[in-house]
């Protein structure tokens, strides 16, 4: 044991020498620890930030030009793109856009999810020949949209939309005690929204529902039945708490 030990420190000393003459002593000293703290924060850090900064800021300005439009209806599929409309980059998920229309002028911001399924299966229903979902001219949707569509969702012109508002037209289907709810689906119910309506923040609509023209919803409401045209609802489930009237209609009721 004594004569593998002294082995190990003679070729530990050699190894060490073979160092020294490989890599001489530098002409400086090295920074003890605090040094390379303080080097790393005064220096480092700054040119790290500067450089990343400039890679977002590159980035974003690139996003700008990645968006989906007219021009590339035919490499997406989608059963028709209007002019000017556009869906910013990146988006999450656009699932069989080729049962998808989009109007003239429209802007749907990244983070969008546009997703149709045909009810029924697949080998046996008939491929449907109009659109499934089909949205307006001049729609406006902020950041993080969902649309998830089976069977019609429509939504008509002047439709704006405000961050995380989620769009369904159909529901898992929670009657079999003895089955995960989300193996089972609800049949799909049409959805409607009407031309000139506002959703706010985080608002829900359900299957089955039609909202009217000019219907105002306010943030987190969950829209659960119809609501009639020139209101407001809020809550959950989105009640109506005002009706509107156009100028014209006050001025003809004087």
Known sequence: NSNHSASNRHEVCDYGYRLRVQFPTLPFALPGKSGLNSLRINLVHPLMHSAATA????????LRWAYVGS???????????????I????????????HISIGNDTLIAAGATLAVWPEGDPET??????PLLRIGSRVWGARGL???????VV??????????????????DSSDPDTPIGLLMEPAREVRIGNGSWLGTGVVVLPGVTI???????????????????????GSPAKVVRHLKSPTAANSAL
């Open 146 to 152: 969902s649309i998830v569509c089976h069977k019609s």
């Open 155 to 172: 939504i008509g012109d002047d439709v704006w939309f405000g961050p995380g508002v989620y769009i369904t037209d159909a529901s898992h």
């Open 212 to 234: 009217g023209d000019h219907v105002a919803v306010g943030a987190n409401s969950v829209v659960c039945t119809d609501l009639p045209s020139n209101s407001v609802a809020v």
């Open 125 to 130: 229903t008939p491929t449907p020949t109009e």
């Open 55 to 62: 890679v977002v800021e590159f980035s974003r300005v690139t």
């Open 87 to 98: 869906i910013e980059q990146p988006y999450s998920i656009l699932l069989q856009p080729q």
């Open 71 to 85: 021009q590339d209806q035919e490499k997406f599929g989608f059963g028709s793109f209007g002019s000017g409309s």
